[in-house]
């Protein structure tokens, strides 16, 4: 997953009639796996946490010394086991090779206040460099830039009289990190170093080559720390930038309309920082295991279901966007729904489910607007949850993962999160358990992402809950019932909340905030 800066019934007749959605209680007053949800039953037993299991270890094993990253050879082995694993179950298996640019750390950055007194910062922890950070190593006098402005850094008149060759220091916010760097360097900057405005690490990337200089970003008190009267800093950056080759991982059911195609989607690649078990070999390993009960069972689906496992997502949604922009608009029209699930094993869980009616995220920063029928997947999970009692809740439906794409082209698209770097409530926990004040994800894009990080339990939860989607969907009739969203608002049954990793403090350039 990546950091770009800045209760209604489904409407799914003929699937079912909607008043058959409304989860009945039992004897005990408990809530019933009947009705819509027992269509699923033989297949959500099927897909167990032990067969994701054997796929997500099988994903540490290849990591074992670092990562999975895009462009890289264990990034092609995670290719080479999915594809063999698809290939045993029957299916043909398409690769997607396209090219990208490669940009990460070549050596460990370095981020230190030298003076008044000196303080060294854990790369990884208290600051990343920037993906399409220029290189260098730079020690000077910090400045900082745009205190108390409502857009810090985003207007060159930001940077006037600014003192040339000291570091920019600015705060995140209502740009992106792109504008804020080619301000600084317009200016002068040696570098430039982004401070959080929420609290947490920022981990995100530029978009894009052009900054010429060290780029940072870090968690708030960095900018707290650099603000001192006579700061002075040193950044070091050293990152390797070339083109290098990476794949999507394409596989279809053999039965179903082909004009009528529902992509179920995962991203396969971790961040160079860490072997990504939960982000996100746990919606890869998911739908992988979906796919081979899919197969093992001998289902017929009614619609064609197109599972992808897409490349090089911590770069940009870079696998997303060639395969969208490799369709044509007759191809395009063919897809009637993308289903994107990325980090669905997260230690301190909560089952958020993508806000596609935009009733409790409004349009706006740090929320796209979903296209009709993106409510209706919202709600066919939280009524999937209810109905086995469990509670969901809303998460923005921000763009910011591999259903972007699609949803920029009116495709309606839904998912689930269980939560990234972001920070558990006093509310979501006493709603779904774990700790508050504590990040959904503490390993977020670092090294202890291993298969130690995944919640068992989490994972079983919301795989159940993929695993009822892909199956209701694929049996689902687009062409007589085409998805739109039901006509009041749809909403979960416990507290909803960005999250990060997908959002906000996701590793994707920022946008407005």
């Known amino acids: 997953m990546r950091t770009f800066g800045v209760g209604a019934t489904v409407a799914i007749a003929g699937v079912v009639a909607a008043s058959a959605l409304a989860p009945s209680a039992n004897a005990a007053g408990k809530p019933a796996d009947d009705g819509i949800f027992a269509i699923s039953k033989g297949f959500r037993k099927g897909v167990t946490v032990q067969g994701i299991n054997e796929h997500l270890k099988a994903f540490n094993d290849i990591a074992a010394d670092g990562n999975r990253v895009s462009g890289t050879d264990n990034f092609n082995k995670s290719v080479d086991y999915v594809k063999s694993r698809l290939v045993a179950a029957g299916y043909d298996v398409e690769l997607q090779p396209f090219e990208f640019v490669y940009n990460a750390d070549l050596t460990p950055a370095v981020l230190q206040r030298v003076m008044p007194s000196g303080i060294t910062y854990a790369d990884g922890t208290d600051f990343a460099s920037m993906t399409y950070s220029g290189n260098g190593d730079v020690t000077a006098a910090a400045t900082i830039v745009g205190a108390g402005d409502a857009t810090p850094g985003c207007d060159a008149s930001d940077f006037a009289g600014f003192p040339a ?96 195609v529902v992509v179920v989607g995962a991203h396969l690649d971790s961040v160079p920082r860490g072997p990504g078990i939960n982000d996100n070999g746990s919606g890869s390993a998911t739908i992988l295991e979906v796919a081979e009960v899919f197969a093992a069972q001998g289902r017929e689906a009614k619609s064609k279901v197109r599972f992808v496992w897409w490349g090089a997502e911590e770069f940009g949604l870079l696998g997303s966007n060639h395969y969208v922009a ?17 980090m669905i094993g997260s230690p301190n869980y909560v089952r958020f489910v993508y806000d596609g009616d935009n009733s409790a995220f409004p349009v706006g ?121 039901p006509p009041a608002e749809v909403n979960g049954t416990g507290a909803g909340g960005e999250g990060g990793g997908l959002h906000a403090e996701h590793d994707h350039e920022e946008e407005v905030q």
Do not use: W
């Open 365 to 485: 920063p740090g929320a796209a607007k979903g296209p009709d029928g993106s409510g209706a997947v919202e709600a066919l999970f939280h009524d999937y949850f209810k109905a086995v009692g469990l509670k969901s809740a809303q998460t923005p439906f921000s763009g910011r993962s591999d259903y972007g794409p699609f949803i920029a082209k009116g495709i309606p698209a839904g998912g689930l999160f269980t939560g990234a770097e972001g920070l558990k409530t006093a509310q979501q926990a006493a709603d779904f358990g774990g700790i508050a004040g504590s990040a959904y994800d503490a390993c977020y894009h670092l090294f202890c992402d291993s298969f130690a990080n995944v919640n068992q339990k989490g994972l079983d939860e919301m795989s159940d809950g993929v695993a009822h989607a892909v199956l209701t969907y694929a049996n689902h009739d687009f062409a007589k019932t085409p998805l739109t969203n």
């Open 165 to 260: 060759g000291t570091v920019a220091v600015v705060s995140r916010g209502a740009c992106t990190f792109y504008a804020k760097a080619a301000n600084a360097q317009a200016a002068g900057a040696s570098a430039v170093v982004v401070f959080n405005n929420v609290p947490g690490g920022l981990n995100g990337t530029l978009g894009g080559t052009g900054i010429t200089i060290p780029v940072v970003g870090t968690i708030p008190q960095v900018g707290v720390d650099l603000a001192a009267p006579g700061a002075t800093v040193r950044v070091k950056v050293d990152r390797v930038n070339e083109t290098r080759t990476t794949y999507n991982v394409i596989a279809e059911t053999a039965t179903g309309d082909p004009d009528n």
């Open 326 to 342: 490799s369709l044509s608009d007759e191809e395009l029209s063919t897809i009637k729904l993308n289903l994107n699930f990325d």
